[in-house]
């Protein structure tokens, strides 16, 4: 069956390469690249953007990237098995794929990159939120990114766009929407996906703010929220004990009351309790 770009059909691809998917490497495959492109297209005009791409695998996200018209796509492949089904790709795309091959929580993208540049990614459940919490907390804002357009455990992608009071709400979604406008645009059944993972999916678009909601120290906002919601059933007062002495005090002059708990506390309490810890 012929393809929008050419190549084979990414069921081909994979029998092809013998890409037999590997479970600790979070290997859960896209194979329509109808709904590779609807992605992409999440992400907004990629005509005049770098895109940065974690974990391509066979590739299938990686050709709806550039059949939408991105720029130029950079994309980062821990598995040593996928790089010539990728090679395959840039040979059809001259100039716009460059693959490195490697561990993306060891590898600095930003040197090979041009801005405006967005990620995007269907990522490797394992470091997910790990490489979510890097890009969201840097030393300097604005990022070195636009925006990110993220797939991920749709119990992951709700604790991203969780408000106060609900079962999801934690230091996740403080962190995100602290500097960043946060949105759930797309949801996908575990069928979607070579082979179907036991749980549903969701695509969460994040947009970054020129300037944080509230003031706060990033790493105090970061250190302060991780004790809360450690132990989010207990009262403020005893779980951000560790916080130092005059907790009470301090919660009090943020307008928090000592006796609440994490998950009924907003951004903006937070950020006054980490200005008065900082
Ligand atoms: N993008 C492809 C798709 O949508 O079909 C594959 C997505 S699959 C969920 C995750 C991919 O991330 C796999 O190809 C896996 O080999 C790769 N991966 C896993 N850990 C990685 C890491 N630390 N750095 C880079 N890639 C990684």
């Known amino acids: 069956m012929a393809t929008i770009d050419g190549l084979p059909p990414l069921r081909d691809v994979i029998r092809n390469h013998d890409l037999v998917a590997k479970k600790q490497l979070g290997q859960n495959f896209l194979l329509d690249l109808n709904l590779t492109s609807k992605i992409a297209r999440q992400a907004g005009d990629l005509t005049a953007c770098d895109v940065l791409e974690i974990g391509p695998g066979p590739g299938g996200l990686t050709r709806g990237l550039l059949a939408e018209g991105a720029r130029r796509v950079l994309a980062i492949e821990k598995d040593p098995r996928c790089l010539p089904a990728l090679a395959e790709i840039a040979a059809v795309y001259p100039g716009k794929l460059t693959v490195l091959g490697g561990d993306a929580l060891q590898i600095d993208p930003t040197a090979h990159l041009t801005a405006p540049i967005r990620v995007i990614a269907n990522l490797p459940y394992n470091v997910g939120t790990e490489l979510l919490v890097r890009w969201l907390t840097p030393d300097q804002w604005p990022p070195f990114w636009e925006s990110l357009t993220l797939m991920f455990q749709r119990e992951v992608a ?56 509230f003031a706060a120290d990033g790493a105090v906002l970061a250190r302060v929220t991780a004790m809360a919601f450690n132990q989010r059933r207990k009262m403020l007062r005893s779980s951000l004990k560790g916080m130092g002495p005059g907790i009470e005090d301090k919660l009090r002059a943020a307008n928090i009351e000592p006796t609440c708990r994490a998950e009924e506390i907003g951004l903006e309490q937070f950020c006054a309790l980490a200005r008065l810890l900082a």
């Open 158 to 213: 709700e604790r991203i766009v969780a408000k106060p009071r609900t079962d999801h709400y934690g230091r996740l979604a403080l962190l995100a929407q602290w500097r960043c406008d946060a949105q759930i645009v797309m949801s996908l059944p575990p069928e979607a996906f070579t082979p179907a993972p036991k749980v549903h999916s969701a695509v969460v678009h994040l947009t970054r703010l020129a300037q944080p909601r």
